[in-house]
């Protein structure tokens, strides 16, 4: 993990002085998790995780209908051309062959992980089920709940309207370092560059950018790269540093938090993987392991 708390192992008191800063903070930040209707990681572990330490007030589920995949389809050919989205075909269906079933067995091994160690969810947290977090009944919702902050865990760029409404922001954990990996799959891209040290997550506020917001920190792990898949390795970044997470979140909350200055380094967006890339990377890591 990158990031180290400025305070140790206690926050400062955001509600009350006292001690015991857990409950205090629980009561005073309100949170909202949005996700993606089957990312049980988030919807199941997340949502476990941020009730531990903060006021859960609700949950956005994302179930995306035809015309976003379609929409999100066109947007890709636009970006990398016909042939080149044929080689993120063919990752997609080599990745489902050959990857998706012991991939599924890690989270489903990490979200057991996850339910012992994080109490089950009040039963009365409302639900809402949307195609989009950008649609009337989702701002509606999230604006009434009136959270601190919302943590979103979705494919969609939020618009303002929606990602102003809390009060200390909208945040990402974004799987990629940025700037220098911004967009979609920034783990899998880092790695077909052999840009080992920026294979990690960024913990950044949402603006009207792609990934350009505020960045409060970067995590990263003992990754293996012969026996881990990328798709493991962007979880893990996130669910390994949990602990990490959480402290941050809270600095954030309390107005404490450093953002991390970016105007020297490089910056550029990243999309979907391709399979003559994944092929050079297991190449060069196991090159690497002789």
């Not at 993990?1 to 903070?25: H, K, Q, T, V």
């Not at 949990?242 to 910056?267: C, F, Q, T, W, Y």
Request: include cysteine; proline fraction near 5%.
């Amino acid at each position: 993990m990158l990031y180290d708390g400025p305070w140790g192992d206690r926050p400062p008191d955001l509600c009350y002085e006292g001690n015991f800063w857990a409950d205090s903070i629980r009561q005073c930040m309100k949170t909202v998790l949005i996700c993606h209707k089957g990312a049980n990681l988030s919807k199941e572990g997340m949502s476990r995780w941020l009730a531990s330490f903060s006021d859960l007030v609700g949950i956005v589920v994302l179930e995306e209908n035809r015309s976003r995949v379609i929409k999100r389809i066109k947007r890709e050919i636009r970006r990398v051309g016909v042939f080149r989205f044929l080689d993120v075909l063919a990752f997609r269906i080599y990745y489902r062959l050959w990857l998706a079933a012991k991939d599924g067995a890690w989270e489903q091994q990490k979200l057991s992980e996850l339910c012992q160690t994080y109490d089950d969810l009040p039963e009365n947290i409302p639900l809402l089920h949307s195609n989009s977090p950008n649609s009337r009944e989702a701002e509606e919702f999230i604006s009434t709940l009136s959270p601190d902050i919302v943590v979103a865990r979705c494919k969609t760029l939020l618009k303002p309207s929606v990602f102003s409404i809390p009060k200390s922001g909208t945040l990402v954990m974004h799987p990629g370092i940025c700037p220098e990996y911004r967009n979609a799959h920034g783990c899998f891209w880092a790695l077909v560059n052999r840009d080992l040290d920026k294979v990690g997550m960024t913990l950044l506020r949402i603006d009207s950018g792609v990934d350009t917001g505020p960045i409060y920190g970067h995590f990263t792990y003992e990754f293996d790269e012969l026996k881990e898949s990328h798709i493991v390795i962007q979880n893990r970044v996130v669910f390994d540093n949990l602990d990490g997470l959480k402290m941050k979140i809270i600095e954030i909350h309390s107005g404490s938090a450093n953002i991390i200055p970016v105007g020297e380094r490089s910056s550029a967006m990243w999309g979907q993987p391709w399979l003559t890339k994944y092929v050079k990377w297991k190449q060069s890591a196991r090159r690497k392991q002789k």
